[in-house]
């Protein structure tokens, strides 16, 4: 298993740390932008829905690359490496990474450039480039890249079924927290339309366009003892993470 | 923050150096131009902030017809509102409102990652994304909740929303006492993010 798949009621973290900022360095907002400057050139893009001219956009990004991307490297981790690095921290290994590993860069350039900027801070950035590719990237976050594909197929679970988490094989990426595998839960909402996923997770089952349903956990059912008393936990849960729950197949 | 691992001091600087010259090589390249790491956070910094998400918890405060239909079908109650374009967008494409009560608090999570609806609320603050917090929001979130100052009674039920699939939920804290005759914008000032994530209530003008 992996721990960044069960994260959901491991104990003995401590206290949380509050801090209100989203980026506590400044560095931080660059990476972000650059991850959501991919997300907003990724040539999938060309059969979102709202089917952006990818090809004509002007960038020499030629690659795929989405959230699953971004969560996959996460997930890839060592886990206590997941624990020492700060949240960009871990953005900022996970795409310098995908850049290198792609060919867009060179370690031994990047290096070399991050060893100009760390000796002068102030060195400023390249200027230019096409302005098309930024209007790409806007648009991407004004239009966005819904998971909502084609019309509902007949939902296999109704409102107020009693269904039960598939402990599905462990795979290199998962939409399914890992604590409510094995637990049993009801129906409270089928969401209307069928929902696709990035990229195929393999045996872990979602990919496909497929219902999603909300399921409501009672807290015994998930922690036993350790439950506190009425603090509901609801799952946003894919078909194929469902099964019927076995005391209703009796 | 946690300080169980080692780290070299100049653990910044040398992230700050690498994201430079990450960003330099690919404007160099023609991946990205010199402005759009630019343009992408002024996205979040004009446009995209949680005001929007204010303005839409004052307007459910003030007309019960339109809190209904912004808990029954989020995006087209959003959109009647006059916020910026792109409340659909990134992150908002399945925006889910959830709607406190007396006898019901809702919290919002995401133990896989960091889901967040960002044209509601903008970016996530550190504490979302901090593992510390998506562990133990799960299992114990009123002692989390304590713990930011929210002592919840034992009677209202609490309802945690792990953010798994494609809804990107976000909460509608119920309205403070003395703010009668508030207008609208007067209410919107008094939302902040963290009761529209559920760590927290909007508190009373007059406390």
């Not at chain 1, 900022?21 to 979102?48: C, K, N, P, Y």
């Not at chain 1, 960009?88 to 996970?94: D, S």
């Not at chain 2, 600087?13 to 990205?32: D, F, N, Y």
């Not at chain 2, 990652?113 to 299992?139: N, Q």
């Amino acid at each position: 298993m992996k721990l960044q798949h069960h994260l959901g009621g491991l104990e003995n973290l401590g206290p949380v740390a509050y801090e209100p900022r989203v980026f506590v360095e400044d560095w931080e907002q660059r990476i972000f932008g650059i991850h959501v400057a991919m997300m907003g050139l990724s040539t999938h893009l060309g059969d979102a829905v709202p089917q952006y001219p990818i090809e004509d956009v002007p960038s020499a990004f030629s690659s795929v690359w989405t959230w699953a991307d971004l969560r996959k490297g996460a997930e890839a981790m060592h886990p206590f490496a997941y624990f020492q690095y700060r949240y960009y921290e871990k953005w900022l290994g996970g795409i310098g990474g995908f850049f290198v590993s792609q060919g867009y860069i060179t370690e031994e350039e990047l290096e070399a450039k991050a060893a100009e900027y760390l000796h002068d801070p102030g060195l400023e950035l390249p200027e230019g480039g096409d302005e098309r590719i930024d209007d790409q990237v806007i648009r991407y976050l004004r239009e966005g890249d819904t998971p909502r594909q084609g019309p509902a197929q007949s939902p296999a679970f109704a409102i107020g079924d009693r269904v039960t988490v598939k402990d599905v094989p462990p795979t290199d990426h998962t939409r399914l927290p890992g604590n409510l595998r094995g637990r049993t839960g009801t129906v409270e909402r089928v969401f209307e339309g069928d929902y696709g996923y990035f990229c195929s997770t393999g045996p872990d089952g979602i990919g496909e366009p497929m219902p999603v349903y909300a399921v409501r956990f009672e807290p015994t059912d998930l922690w036993g003892e350790l439950a506190e008393p009425g603090a509901v936990l609801y799952g946003e849960l894919y078909q194929a993470y469902l099964t019927h729950a076995m005391e209703e197949q009796q | 923050m946690t300080v169980q691992f080692g780290y070299p001091e100049d653990r910044e600087a040398r992230s700050a150096a690498r994201v430079r010259a990450l960003e330099a090589l690919l404007i160099e390249k023609g991946v990205i131009t010199g402005a759009t790491v630019d343009k992408v956070l002024g996205h979040f910094e004009t446009d995209m902030t949680p005001l929007n998400g204010a303005k839409i918890v004052a307007r459910a405060w003030t007309d019960p017809e339109f809190a209904e239909r912004l808990v029954k079908d989020t995006p087209a109650a959003v959109a009647e509102l006059d916020l910026p374009i792109g409340m659909d967008g990134a992150e908002g494409e399945h925006l889910q409102a959830v709607a406190n009560t007396p006898g019901v608090h809702n919290l919002v999570i995401c133990t896989l990652c960091s889901c967040f609806p960002w044209p509601v609320l903008g970016l996530p603050p550190y504490w979302y994304k901090d593992p510390t917090f998506r562990a133990r929001a799960a299992r114990e979130p009123r002692v989390v909740l304590k713990e930011t100052g929210l002592d919840l009674d034992p009677s209202v039920e609490l309802r945690v929303w792990d953010s798994s699939g494609h809804s990107r939920w976000f909460v509608i804290p119920q309205r403070p006492a003395g703010t009668d005759g508030m207008t609208e914008q007067e209410l919107a000032a008094l939302v902040t993010t963290e009761s529209m994530i559920g760590i927290a209530e909007v508190p009373s003008p007059a406390a």
